[in-house]
Nanobody, 115 residues
Framework: QVQLVESGGGLVQPGGSLRLSCAAS????????MDWYRQAPGKQRELVAS???????NYADSVKGRFTISRDNAKNTLSLQMDSLKAEDTAVYYC?????????WGQGTQVAVSS
């Protein structure tokens, strides 16, 4: 069983920055890719960024050049640095990992971008 706990969300003005963090309860996550998803009101959950256990990254086109995903395998943590935020980035952001047995999700953290 893996518990994921996100933090770092909040209200920010357009053009601002936020850093999201995700703490995992089990070191097993270091062996698997980890992801950030988001879900805006009335929309489906979408993949924002992924990182392999070795540190290779992949981003949705909508966030390329603005968001940076990273992980610390020694601390079992995942981060998402979000810069140049736009109103359309407003969503609940979820940390996730699929271990092979199942996919685990955090409870989500709200990000609101508004002036």
């Amino acid at each position: 069983q893996v518990q994921l706990v996100e933090s770092g969300g909040g209200l920010v003005q357009p053009g601002g920055s936020l850093r999201l963090s995700c703490a995992a309860s089990s070191s097993i996550v270091r062996f698997f890719p980890m992801d950030w998803y988001r879900q805006a009101p009335g929309k489906q959950r979408e993949l924002v960024a992924s990182i392999t256990r070795g540190g290779d990254t992949n981003y949705a086109d909508s966030v390329k050049g603005r968001f940076t995903i990273s992980r610390d395998n020694a601390k079992n943590t995942l981060s998402l640095q979000m810069d140049s935020l736009k109103a359309e980035d407003t969503a609940v952001y979820y940390c996730s990992v699929e271990t092979g047995a199942r996919r685990y999700w955090g409870q989500g953290t709200q990000v609101a971008v508004s002036s």
